[in-house]
């Protein structure tokens, strides 16, 4: 998990009480956060470090950016499988059992992710879920022009995320650009046909709007064609179709992810 200023607290502890209800515990937990994170926050992760049944591990910063907070973690993790989780989100009970049990199954897969069930005020009332392929192939394909997999539903053997170079430091769409460079690597990505993980739809279509995303965008695709996925014929199409969204009005850009990405 990554935590960083500007998160609730309150949001923060609901996810710390899904991870110590699971029905499989992790043996730990690595939280890779800012130096100056606001007192608040540190002090969940303390409540949390002293009622988990598990470890947890309290991981300090100096360098902003996703990409490189998710490598530390990787990094400091002991265990075959890492899960990744955002501060915001609420993992279901069954969720880390339930893809252990998978990878036990389908010992020649290297990520597995699930599907997840987005909700605005209350946990309880999903609105939407976003689905993604499950069968290897399907999920080779998708990732021509979207990302195949579910972040914040995400188990992977930790070796082969070590092997391919680790997340990488980027601010947009740095675990794509790893699922890319694991396929291109002949890893092998799949998910699990159910909702794992419940996250805050609130927002998210205010994030992916204007000029800053676009230009993020272009440096994506960059990254992408760089791994050897895809070429730039591809990239060029990708954006073609993504770089409108971007300046779409919000109630339009909240129908089209709706009409097209989600059930």
Request: glycine share 6%; proline share 4%; with cysteine.
């Amino acid at each position: 998990m990554t935590t960083y200023v500007g998160d609730e607290v309150s949001e923060l502890r609901e996810c710390f009480d899904s991870l110590v209800t699971q029905r499989r515990l992790p043996d730990e937990l690595v939280v890779v956060r800012d130096f100056d994170l606001p007192s608040e926050l540190v002090a969940a992760i303390d409540d949390l470090e002293a009622r988990a049944d598990f470890h947890v591990r309290d991981v300090a910063v100096d360098e902003r950016g996703r990409g490189h907070a998710r490598k530390v973690g990787v990094e400091r993790a002991d265990s075959e499988f890492v899960a990744i989780i955002d501060a915001d989100d609420i993992a279901l009970p069954h969720r880390l059992e339930r893809q252990l049990a998978f990878f036990e199954s389908n010992p020649t897969v290297d990520v597995a992710g699930g599907f997840i069930g987005e909700f605005e005020t209350s946990s309880g009332e999903i609105r939407a879920v976003r689905e993604v392929p499950t069968d290897p192939g399907a999920v080779r394909r998708m990732a021509h022009y979207r990302s195949p997999v579910n972040h914040p539903t995400v188990m992977f053997r930790r070796q082969a995320v070590v092997d391919a170079g680790n997340y990488r430091h980027m601010e947009y769409g740095e675990d794509y650009e790893l699922w890319c460079r694991l396929l291109s690597n002949d890893r092998v990505l799949a998910n699990v046909p159910e909702v794992l993980v419940k996250v805050r739809a609130d927002g998210v279509i205010a994030r992916r709007q204007g000029w800053d995303i676009a230009k993020r965008e272009i440096e994506l695709q960059r990254a992408i064609v760089e791994t050897g996925f895809y070429d730039w014929k591809i990239a060029l199409l990708n954006l073609s179709v993504r770089i409108p969204l971007r300046f779409f009005p919000k109630r339009l850009l909240e129908r089209t992810y709706r009409r097209y990405f989600r059930s």
